[in-house]
C-alpha cells in the first residue's frame, strides 16, 4: 500500500496513507513487525460529524450516518498534507539537520488550518489489552495519557503516549470495538456525542480479550492549531535494549508533548534541500529510511537495517549500503557516522571486517552473509569510510586511532590472493555482495574496490607519517596489471579464471572503485581513458538495455544478463553511483539522464518503500523493501556539489 512513515530518527514511525489512515506503526520497538490499527479519525464536528477519511466505516458492520471530506494527498518526506479547499491538515515530524535532539524527537504533528471545530482519536496501543488505560490530563497543554497497569518492562510496548492540544477538550475513554450483528465492529457514534461538548476523565480496559479504548482530544479552531502524538516506549525488550536517544532529555510522553508544542515554530521548519525539480523530490523522498529503518540508542550510536523483514541486519556495508547512506548522513548528522564507522573496528577479526553488526543487533556482528567463503569487497569498503571520514572531518586523530586497523584489512585481503595476481581471488561461492551470482577468479568489481582501497591506504600512512613496506606497491601494480588485463577495448568484463572461465558480460559495477577514488579525490585506479570508455559502454549497453532503469549486467550484444536475478535486475543505490561518476567526469546529460529515468521508476511504484532491486525487463520491485541503499540518490547532490567546488578550484 501507498504510504508515507511520519516519525523521527531512531523513534519508529507511522505510515499515513492517500486516504488518511494509518498502518504499519513501529513506535513501540517493532520495527520488523508493524501494527495496523483501528480507531484513529479526524473530523470535523459540525451539525454532525463530518471524517476527513475516505472511508471511515471500512471497518463498522453497520456505519452510522455520517458524512465524508474528500481531500487531496500531498507528501513529500518527512511531511504529508491533506487538504480540501476549506482546510488542510499537515502531518510531519521535525527534521533539523544538525540538531540531532529535535530530529529524535517521537512526536508527530497535526497541524490544522481552518475554521470550526475539530477532533482526533486514536487508540491505545500500549502493552497487551487487558490493563490499558487512559486518563485525562489537564494542565498547560490538555489532552489523553496512554497507558498499561499491567506491562512489563520486558515488553516491546511497554511505555506510554500522549495526544493532545492547548485547551482542548477531553474524551479520554471510549470502548471503541464492539459486538455487531455479524461479529466486531468499530463504534464511532461517540463523535456525535462531542458536538455538545462531551468531556469524560478516562477508564481502564476489563479484561475481556478483543476490547479495544481509544481518546479524542477536540478544540474550535479559527486560524490553525496543533495537535501532538508523544510517545516514549522506555522499555528493555529483548530485541531492543539498548533505550532510546530521547530518554537523555525527558522522561514522559507528556513530558515530550510539552517540549513540541513550546517549541512549535521552530520545529516546523520544511527541510531545505538545495536542488529543483525531480531530484529534490527524489532526495526528499528517498530520505524516509531515516524514519523507517533506523535505531538511535540512548548512548547515540545510530544503526540502519538492512531491511526490516527479510534481512533485519544492522548497517550492512557493500556496494552502497551503509556505505552510501552514510554520504548523506555525513552533510545531515555527522557525528553519527564518525562513532559507528570507528565501531565497526571493534569487531574487526584479524583483519576481517564484518558485513554488518548483527541481526537485529549491534554487538554480534555477522562476518558476509554466506558462509562459504569470505567476502572480498567488506574489508575494501570499510577502509574508504575511513578515509571519507577523515577527508570530511581533517581529524588525524581519528585516523591515528584506526590506521592499524586499516594496514590490518588490507593485509587480510592481500591474503586472499592465492593465485598471484594481486587481487582477492573471487571463489564463487557468493562471496560479495552479489551474493546471489557466481564470480569466479579475477572480478573488475572486486578488483576495482581493492585498488581504490589501497590508494586510500597510502594515502593514510603519508598524511601520518607512517613508512610502509615496498611489498605494498608490488602488490598494487600486480592487481592494476589484472585489473587491466580484463579490460576488452570497451570495458572490464565481469570476471575472469586464469585459463578455464571467462565472464565477458558489461557489469556496472566494474569500475566501483573509481567511484570513490572520485569521490574523495585519490588517483584514478586505470587510466582515464579506459574510465571513460568504461562509463560510455555501461551508458549504451547497460542503460538502453532497459526501459526502467541501470541493468547490472548485460551481455556484449547489449542483451540483458539472465544468468541470475541480481544479473538481469538494477540496483538503484549502484545506479545512482554510476551517474555520479559519470557526473564528475563530464557526462553529466548521460549521468543525469540515467537518474531521472530511475527515480521516475521508483517514483512510479512507490518512493516511500524503495526496494533493493528492480527488474530490468518488466521494471517491477523484485528485492528486498525499505531498502538501506535508498537514500544513494544523494551521490547525484553531492557529485554536483563536488563538481562546482573543483571548478572554483577548491577540494
Known amino acids: 500500500m501507498l504510504s508515507i512513515p511520519i516519525g523521527s530518527i531512531g523513534t519508529g514511525k507511522m505510515n499515513f496513507t492517500p486516504d488518511f489512515t494509518i498502518t504499519d506503526i513501529t513506535v513501540l520497538n517493532n520495527w520488523a513487525n508493524p501494527l495496523d490499527i483501528r480507531g484513529f479519525h479526524v473530523v470535523r464536528l459540525d451539525d454532525q460529524p463530518i471524517f476527513l477519511q475516505n472511508n471511515p466505516g471500512e471497518r463498522i458492520e453497520e456505519p452510522p450516518k455520517y458524512i465524508t471530506k474528500k481531500v487531496k494527498f500531498d507528501a513529500l518526506f518527512p511531511r504529508v498534507t491533506y487538504s480540501s479547499p476549506d482546510f488542510s491538515v499537515e502531518v510531519f515530524s521535525p527534521l533539523i539537520p544538525g540538531n540531532l535532539k529535535d530530529s529524535s524527537l517521537p512526536v508527530i504533528f497535526f497541524k490544522i488550518k481552518g475554521e470550526g471545530k475539530f477532533a482526533i482519536s486514536f487508540p491505545n496501543i500500549i502493552g497487551r489489552r487487558y490493563g490499558r488505560a487512559n486518563f485525562s490530563w489537564k494542565g498547560q497543554i490538555n489532552g489523553v495519557e496512554y497507558k498499561n497497569l499491567r506491562s512489563l518492562q520486558s515488553d516491546p510496548a511497554y511505555g506510554e503516549m500522549f495526544l493532545g492540544c492547548e485547551n482542548c477538550k477531553v474524551y479520554a475513554f471510549h470502548p471503541y470495538y464492539i459486538p455487531g450483528k455479524k461479529g466486531m465492529t468499530e463504534d464511532i457514534s461517540v463523535f456525535n456525542k462531542l458536538i455538545e461538548g462531551e468531556e469524560n476523565s478516562g477508564g481502564e480496559i476489563f479484561p475481556y480479550a478483543r476490547e479495544e479504548i481509544m481518546g479524542i482530544v477536540y478544540t474550535d479552531i479559527i486560524k490553525e492549531k496543533y495537535f501532538v ?87 550492512t556495508i557493500g556496494s552502497f549500503t551503509w556505505d552510501g547512506a552514510s554520504f548523506a548522513l555525513l552533510k545531515l548528522f555527522p557525528d553519527l557516522v564518525l562513532k559507528m564507522d570507528e565501531y565497526f573496528a571493534n569487531f574487526i577479526r584479524e583483519g576481517e571486517v564484518p558485513h554488518d553488526l548483527g541481526e537485529e543487533s549491534i554487538e554480534d556482528p555477522i562476518y558476509g552473509a554466506s558462509y562459504i567463503s569470505p567476502w572480498t569487497d567488506l574489508a575494501s569498503t570499510w577502509i574508504l569510510m575511513i578515509y571519507r571520514d577523515y577527508l570530511f572531518t581533517g581529524d588525524t586523530n581519528f585516523l591515528m586511532r584506526l590506521f592499524d586497523k586499516v594496514k590490518e584489512a588490507i593485509d587480510w585481503l592481500i591474503s586472499l590472493d592465492r593465485d598471484g ?231
Open 229 to 315: 502524538l508523544s510517545w516514549y516506549t522506555n522499555g528493555r525488550p529483548y530485541n531492543y535494549p539498548y533505550g532510546h536517544y530521547y530518554e537523555n532529555f525527558f522522561h514522559s510522553a507528556i513530558d515530550v508533548a510539552k517540549y513540541a508544542l513550546n517549541n512549535v515554530k521552530r520545529l516546523d521548519v520544511d527541510w531545505n534541500v538545495e536542488e529543483e525539480g525531480w531530484l529534490k523530490e527524489a532526495i526528499r523522498n528517498s530520505s524516509y529510511i531515516l524514519t523507517s529503518n533506523t535505531w538511535l540508542t540512548k548512548d547515540g550510536r545510530l544503526a540502519m537495517y538492512e531491511t526490516p523483514f527479510v534481512a533485519p541486519l544492522m548497517n
Open 421 to 651: 595476481d594481486g587481487v582477492p581471488d573471487s571463489k564463487g561461492g557468493f562471496d560479495n555482495s552479489y551474493d546471489g551470482t557466481h564470480m569466479y577468479g579475477t572480478s573488475s568489481y572486486v578488483a576495482s574496490m581493492f585498488l581504490c582501497s589501497m590508494n586510500a591506504f597510502f594515502s593514510m600512512a603519508n598524511i601520518l607519517g607512517k613508512e610502509i613496506d615496498k611489498k605494498y606497491r608490488e602488490v598494487y601494480e600486480k592487481a592494476s596489471y589484472s585489473m587491466n588485463s580484463l579490460w576488452n577495448g570497451k570495458y572490464f568484463i565481469n570476471s575472469r579464471r586464469g585459463n578455464e572461465e571467462e565472464n565477458s558480460s558489461c557489469i556496472n559495477s566494474q569500475i566501483a572503485g573509481q567511484i570513490w577514488c572520485q569521490l574523495l579525490s585519490l588517483p584514478p585506479i586505470v587510466e582515464e581513458e579506459k574510465i571513460d570508455k568504461a562509463l560510455r559502454s555501461i551508458y549504451e549497453l547497460n542503460y538502453r538495455s532497459s526501459n526502467f532503469c541501470l541493468t547490472n549486467s548485460t551481455l556484449p550484444d547489449g542483451k540483458i544478463d539472465l544468468s541470475t536475478g541480481q544479473m538481469r535486475s538494477c540496483w538503484p543505490r549502484v545506479s545512482f553511483a554510476v551517474s555520479a561518476l559519470m557526473i564528475l567526469r563530464g557526462m553529466d546529460s548521460e549521468g543525469m539522464e540515467i537518474a531521472k529515468r530511475e527515480w521516475d521508476t521508483i517514483r512510479s511504484l512507490n518512493p516511500w518503500n524503495q526496494s533493493s532491486r528492480i527488474d530490468a525487463i518488466d521494471g517491477k520491485y523484485v528485492g528486498l523493501m525499505s531498502y538501506i541503499g535508498s537514500m544513494n540518490v544523494w551521490l547525484i547532490h553531492i557529485a554536483r556539489e563536488i563538481r562546482e567546488k573543483r571548478k572554483d578550484g577548491g577540494l
